[in-house]
């Protein structure tokens, strides 16, 4: 989360802290300058947002190896046998991945269960490049945090301690858990 926040808001200050047109630029320089400039903020915001796809992922995955290999438990992603939070959510995201690990960040139309779940049930276009679909990726942390405390509360049978009940959509109290107060705006 930190690292999402702080390099999106690092980019968005570079690129419009420039003092627009540079004085000793000619009209032509100032304007291939801003094109390379904002062809490398584009560049960077595709590039944090597969990254924090796939960061988010392998927290999935690493749940599911850990509970395999620590704790002997087989828990299935796509079939889990109970009710959690933002299951449908951490799916997508896991198809996501996937989609840029194998697609080259495009979602393809190929039969594939994690392409047709992309496609069918998140309304998602065949083609579609996963760098201009519009994901609110806090808030899918913030989801697949909640998601992991279910399973790990459901899997032991211990009720974690939740003064962050999710109501709706409402996410804004984990979001202050997941970010430590000194760095807090």
């Known amino acids: 989360?930190?690292?999402?926040i702080s390099s999106t808001e690092k980019?968005?200050?570079?690129?419009?802290?420039?003092?627009?047109?540079g004085p000793d630029l000619s009209r032509g320089e100032n304007k291939h300058l801003m094109k390379e400039i904002g062809g490398v903020r584009f560049s960077y915001l595709k590039v944090i947002k597969e990254m924090t796809i796939i960061g988010i992922a392998k927290g999935i995955?690493?749940?599911?190896?850990?509970?395999?290999?620590?704790a002997g438990i087989e828990?299935?992603?796509?079939?889990p046998g109970m009710d959690?939070?933002?299951?449908?959510?951490?799916?997508?995201?896991?198809?996501?991945?996937?989609?840029i690990k194998h697609a080259r960040g495009v979602i393809v139309d190929n039969n594939k269960q994690g392409n047709r779940s992309l496609i069918d049930?998140?309304?998602y276009k065949p083609n579609s490049e996963i760098e201009w679909i519009e994901i609110d990726l806090e808030e899918m942390i913030i989801k697949a945090y909640?998601?992991?405390?279910?399973?790990?509360?459901?899997?032991?049978?211990?009720?974690?301690?939740?003064?962050?009940?999710?109501?709706?959509?409402?996410?804004?109290?984990?979001?202050?858990?997941?970010i430590p107060e000194i760095l807090r705006e």
């Open 75 to 79: 828990f299935k992603i796509w079939d």
């Open 11 to 21: 980019i968005d200050e570079i690129a419009n802290g420039i003092d627009w047109p």
């Open 146 to 178: 909640v998601f992991q405390l279910d399973v790990i509360s459901q899997i032991t049978g211990h009720a974690l301690e939740d003064e962050y009940k999710v109501e709706g959509e409402e996410l804004i109290k984990y979001k202050e858990l997941l």
């Open 1 to 4: 989360m930190i690292s999402l």
């Open 121 to 123: 049930e998140h309304g």
């Open 61 to 70: 995955e690493d749940l599911i190896f850990d509970l395999r290999e620590i």
């Open 84 to 99: 959690l939070r933002f299951h449908d959510e951490v799916k997508c995201i896991r198809n996501l991945n996937n989609a």
